[in-house]
Nanobody, 118 residues
Framework: QVQLVESGGGLVQAGGSLRLSCAASGRTFSSYAMAWFRQAPGKEREFAAAINWSGHHTAYADSVKGRFTISRDNAKNTMYLQMNSLKPEDTAVYYC???????????WGQGTQVTVSS
């Protein structure tokens, strides 16, 4: 079992940057594939980025590709999402997720709010 806690959200102007963190409990963090999802007001939760257990394989939604970078530090049991060139349409609650298979996630954090003003 793994528990996930997101942090780093906040209010930023368009064009700005934020770095989200996802801290995981448990000794098996390095065995999990990890991902970031987001949910904007009135919309369904959508995939943003994913990273495999080693960090050598990543995937991004087209909407964030080239602006967001996902990474992880297995020694610190932490995953990150560096978000640059933020747009108002990036406004959402961002959730981190973990799973034993890349692309399949069954552990979720509570989310952190990101608001981008125009």
């Amino acid at each position: 079992q793994v528990q996930l806690v997101e942090s780093g959200g906040g209010l930023v102007q368009a064009g700005g940057s934020l770095r989200l963190s996802c801290a995981a409990s448990g000794r098996t963090f390095s065995s999990y594939a990890m991902a970031w999802f987001r949910q904007a007001p009135g919309k369904e939760r959508e995939f943003a980025a994913a990273i495999n257990w080693s960090g050598h394989h990543t995937a991004y939604a087209d909407s964030v590709k080239g602006r967001f970078t996902i990474s992880r530090d297995n020694a610190k049991n932490t995953m990150y999402l560096q978000m640059n060139s933020l747009k108002p349409e990036d406004t959402a609650v961002y959730y981190c997720a973990a799973g034993t298979l890349f692309g399949s996630y069954d552990h979720w954090g509570q989310g952190t709010q990101v608001t981008v003003s125009s």
